[in-house]
């Protein structure tokens, strides 16, 4: 027998060890296969919310696959994290005294692989935790010997046809991680900034000749080559071609006219510093202009700036502001909140930067990415994503791959040491990078045998990009590439909906001819309640392993599982967490009242729906088939919250509160027959729905489901069939029971106090309610019941109306009239009270114009409550009255 009350740890480590003791869950063939590669985690630490959302809603997928006989398959694996991974290392290191140079290279990775390994064991334990199904002897790593040939493959394959190439162009770059990033690598901050308007003055002109620019970043303009105006602004059309004074410097710079200049943003004249501005850098592209270099990579002013060299570029920009308020050249500051580019590792402000960098072309792999979502050979769900997806392919820059860091995967190219300087650069022109794992014996251009490797290490999503096809043993024809490639679906955050999913797309196109995965299941960023991202400065970070020790694993599951729409960001507070814990007491509480009804020793033949079912009987069992429709249809489309919301229904609603108390009747009666009817359909649907349940709470169902087992028989598709009569029918029991025991509860009406009822109605409704009266009897202790055609209301009676019919029930010897009415009435004036100090709170305009949305939701929510309360009350004592 189960114990009396459920307590998940003992059970969920049962689980785990099982799971741990026996063959991977898709190692045998089936009915078709279903394969998923994760999205593999960094190696930064312990998992988060977000990942215990993405896992949870895989382990469903792939547990539903596997009821419905499929083979799955479901590859683990964890990433090298790049710039991530090495900024935790470095701060390690700080703490102890230690620099990655003072290491060197070879100590620093060394040190950062033992470190990593140690970190994967730790998420390996976290996701079994989480009861994760995950086919651990796939389990795989970004920086692993199989991906790292893999990485290579690929980098050789996009040079030799072309695709890759070392340039000199304007990257994003981070000052505090010292690297290069991808323009999808930077996020965009709404700051409060400020925008400064200078006069250019006009060369061998006075101060107020020329034109005023403005600008938010006023240290480049050291930096300026022109100032650009549009070409159909009647404004400046005689000042194009002329040139002009630099002020603080003394260059001249000429006036062009460009149509990239928004005529209509500040005075319609722009700066245009071609080193240290993307827009500004294809302009300078067009007319010719010099780059000057005046911020290095260390986001020091560089000699290229004279006076203010060696500043940062924030005290730069201050000194120079004053300088030009100084000298005359300032003519106004303004307020002005705009868009600024930060690193999405570090959050420091991006700095453009010509530098030289690895790049690999991006139009001819993008074509072939674009036409599989156009044909629906690749669906993104929820769809209103696919739109934004095309439009961003449409528009794709050349990818930055190169990384000034030292831990990824080292980019494959060997310099000549006669042909190249230390830099990089050629010392001539015929010279030619070599791509290879090793340095190679001899330079084919002039025999020297004395080489350097590149310094940099490829992009963290380089390799990611390769995940799909790396894990099944590319570049090798492998057996598992020919079986699970392409897979059926990933299921990642909208966050990484380019950076990673496009290139995974894109990879899998150029090296297998196929999608890498046939649909993407977007879901949402899991937020704090006040709908906030999570983070260590908000103090609002919740650990999933803190969750599951107080409400268990299956708990927080399903709390994630039914918050899951598609696309939507998940408000979570840990209150979501008690009614999943609480529904897992009522299905282990269920289960035990089952078992409780069934011999100690297990029939030799078990339970089975049979014949000589009643209504409650012929109910569940459609309800039943309805449900597992319902969920058919739903996981199929990815709403995984839809489907967690019906089974929840099912089992607590229909099951548990209707079914199972209506089986009481047999179960304490004297038939024979019909108490093994009602084990019969108990057993068989209980059992079946805890197997739907499994990929969503997969610990408690299977322990259940192990304590059925001996007793589950036969429940065949020929009786899973949906029945409207059925429902018809049940549903007015539902709805007279409902409505009697409302006015039991608003009468303060003792539970276990049997009440009179006369039914007055005709029709269907009523012969159906007449047949059925055993069960209204017993639902809503009723000790006599009546139907008539009519009759006035009985005196001192309350009354319910449902199903067409009004039900009298007389109140005297029931209850105590004078008292209860006083109660009402003391309780009436409590909800005033309370109705008003919520009115205050949610129709404040302060509240509405500052408080977060979730926030007014719920307070529009509580209002609606209390006026709800109210009208309840008033009802009540009108029926008193």
Not at 283 to 288: N, Q, S, T
Not at 749 to 764: E, H, K, M, Q
Request: aromatic share 8%; proline share 6%.
């Amino acid at each position: 027998m189960l114990p009396k009350t459920y307590d998940p740890k003992p059970v969920e480590e049962k689980r785990i060890a099982l799971w741990e003791s026996v063959e991977a869950p898709g190692a045998q063939t089936a009915k078709g296969s279903f394969v998923v590669v994760i999205p593999p985690p960094n190696v930064t630490g312990a998992l988060h919310l977000g990942h215990a959302l993405n896992l949870s809603i895989q382990d469903a997928l792939v547990r539903w696959r596997r009821l419905q006989g499929a083979r799955t398959v479901w590859v683990p694996g964890t990433d090298h994290g790049g710039i991530a991974t090495q900024n935790v290392m470095e701060k390690s290191l700080k703490a102890a005294g230690e620099t990655r140079m003072s290491l060197g290279r070879d100590e620093f990775v060394r040190r950062l692989r033992s470190w990593t390994e140690e970190c994967r064991g730790t998420i390996r334990k976290q996701m079994k935790r989480l009861g994760a199904a995950l086919d651990w002897e796939r389990d795989a790593f970004t920086m692993d010997q199989d991906r790292a040939r893999a990485v290579f493959a690929a980098f050789k394959a996009l040079w030799e046809d072309g695709l890759v190439y070392r340039g000199e162009r304007l990257v994003n770059w981070c000052v505090r991680c010292g690297t290069a990033l991808s323009d999808i690598e930077v996020e965009r901050e709404e700051r409060k900034g400020r925008l400064w308007h200078i006069r250019y003055p006009e060369a061998g002109k006075g101060r107020d000749s020329g034109l005023v620019v403005a600008t938010t970043r006023p240290e480049t303009m050291l930096g300026d080559a022109a100032v650009a105006v549009h070409p159909d602004d009647a404004r400046y059309r005689a000042i194009v071609g002329k040139r002009l004074t630099l002020p603080l410097v003394g260059r001249e710079i000429p006036v062009v006219a460009d149509a990239a200049v928004e005529a209509a943003f500040g005075t319609g004249a722009v700066k245009v510093t071609p080193a240290h501005d993307p827009d500004d850098f294809e302009i300078g592209g067009r007319h010719k202009l010099a780059a000057i270099k005046v911020i290095g990579p260390d986001g020091k002013m560089t000699a290229e700036a004279g006076a203010y060299a060696g500043l940062s570029r924030e005290a730069a920009r201050d000194k120079v502001v004053a300088d030009l308020e100084a000298g005359g050249f300032l003519v106004k500051t303004e307020d002005h909140r705009h868009a600024v580019g930060v690193c999405y590792r570090c959050s420091t402000t991006i700095e453009p930067l010509l530098s030289e960098q690895w790049f690999v072309r991006m139009e001819e792999l993008a074509r072939p990415a674009l036409a599989a979502i156009e044909k629906g050979d690749f669906r993104i769900f929820p769809a209103n994503w696919e739109k934004p997806y095309i439009e961003w392919l449409r528009r794709l820059k050349d990818w930055c791959v190169s990384r000034q860091i030292w831990w990824g995967h080292r980019i494959p190219v060997w310099y000549c040491r006669t042909c190249y300087d230390e830099r990089g650069a050629a010392r001539r022109p015929d010279a030619k990078p070599q791509v290879g794992l090793e340095a190679p014996a001899r330079c084919p251009v002039c025999g020297g045998r004395d080489f350097f490797q590149d310094p940099d290490v490829l992009d963290t999503w380089f390799s990611s990009a390769l995940w799909p096809i790396s894990v099944f043993g590319w570049p090798e024809e492998t057996d598992d590439l020919k079986s699970f490639y392409p897979t059926d679906v990933l299921v990642t955050g909208y966050e990484i909906l380019y950076l990673w999913v496009a290139r995974m797309q894109m990879m899998g196109l150029r090296f297998r001819k196929s999608v890498p995965f046939r649909h993407a299941l977007i879901h949402g960023i899991v937020r704090d309640k006040k709908g906030r991202k999570m983070s260590k400065s908000l103090g609002n970070v919740v650990d999933p392993l803190d969750m599951i020790p107080k409400y268990g694993a299956d708990a927080l599951r399903f709390s994630l599982l039914s918050q899951a729409h598609p696309g939507r960001d998940i408000p979570f507070a840990e209150d979501s967490l008690i009614g999943p814990r609480n529904f897992a007491n009522k299905i282990w509480n269920a289960t035990r009242f089952v078992l409780s009804n069934l011999p100690e020793t297990p029939p030799a033949k078990p339970y089975a729906v049979s014949g000589g079912l009643e209504l409650a009987d012929r109910w569940i069992v459609g309800e039943f088939a309805s449900m597992r429709r319902f969920l058919e249809e739903k996981i199929e489309s990815y709403e995984i919250a839809s489907a967690a919301g019906e089974i929840y229904g099912f089992l607590w609603d229909k099951f548990c509160d209707w079914h199972l108390e209506l089986s009481k009747i047999r179960l304490q009666g004297e038939d024979p027959a019909a108490k093994e009817t009602a084990r019969g359909v108990l057993v068989c649907v209980l059992a079946r729905t805890l197997r739907l349940l499994s990929p969503f709470m997969p610990f408690i169902t299977e322990e259940l489901l192990e304590a059925l087992a001996p007793y589950v028989g036969r429940l065949s598709e020929e009786d899973l069939k949906e029945d409207s009569k059925s429902r018809e029918e049940m549903s007015r029991v539902i709805e007279a029971t409902s409505a009697l025991r409302s006015l039991r509860a608003h009468l303060n009406v003792p539970p276990g106090r049997p009440i009179r009822v006369t039914a007055v109605g005709n029709g269907a409704a009523a012969e159906s309610l007449k047949a059925q009266a055993p069960y209204l009897r017993f639902l809503a202790k009723i000790e006599s019941l009546e139907f008539s055609v009519s009759g006035a209301k009985p005196a001192h009676s309350a009354t319910a109306v449902a199903c067409g019919l009004t039900f009298y029930v007389p109140l005297e010897g029931l209850i105590d009239l004078a008292k209860e009415r006083a109660r009402l009435e003391k309780e009436l004036a409590k909800a005033e009270s309370e109705l008003q100090k919520i009115a205050l709170k949610a129709e404040n305009p302060e509240f509405l114009a500052r408080a977060p949305e979730p926030e007014k939701a719920l307070a529009h929510a509580a209002r609606q409550s209390a006026r709800d309360k109210k009208e309840s009350l008033l009802r009540t004592l009108a029926e008193l009255d």
